[in-house]
């Protein structure tokens, strides 16, 4: 089996002033130990990063239009992939891998942090066609509890 990570960037990052992508996505890419492979979604603002980037044409659609430009990037091999978001800086590896650990349990798992469903999430390939414009939130998953770390955060301002 294996697993890639498909990290959302593609915001305008309208409310953030500037594209925060610039500024939080290394700290996000440091997280991703375990994964076979790494695909970075841009959209509004070009990426320059150390893994693939693709390019999400509708990314003004919605997140799921993003997801499902990563998904679409992704080798033949991926089974699971691993979704996190561009702007959560505080992304904690232990939270990817203990999703990565339980990929045989549900088709669709969701980090949880005291009960409440984030990220990361992880989806299994028999479901990447399921995923409508409103992104992977719209699929129920089985939630892996978390709460004992961090929250993977999602800075929509900056100072």
Do not use: F, N
Not at 7 to 33: D, F, H, I, N
Not at 40 to 60: C, F, M, Q, S
Not at 115 to 121: K, S
């Amino acid at each position: 089996m294996t697993v890639a990570a498909v990290v959302l960037a593609a915001g305008a990052s309208t409310r953030y002033g500037r594209p925060k992508q610039y500024e939080l996505l290394p700290a996000v890419l440091e997280q991703l130990s375990g994964v076979d492979e790494v695909v970075v979604v841009e959209g509004a603002h070009p990426l320059t990063v150390d893994a693939r980037v693709v390019h999400a044409a509708e990314w003004e659609r919605g997140p799921g239009a993003s997801l499902r430009a990563g998904l679409a990037g992704l080798s033949d091999e991926v089974t699971h992939a691993l979704i996190v978001l561009g702007d959560g800086p505080a992304l904690d590896p232990r939270a990817v891998q203990r999703l990565i650990e339980h990929r045989d349990d549900a088709a669709v798992l969701a980090a949880s942090y005291d009960g409440t469903r984030d990220h990361p999430v992880l989806l299994a390939r028999d479901v990447w066609d399921a995923v409508p414009d409103e992104g992977g939130r719209a699929l129920e998953p089985l939630l892996v509890d978390c709460s004992d770390l961090e929250r993977p955060g999602d800075v929509d301002y900056s100072d």
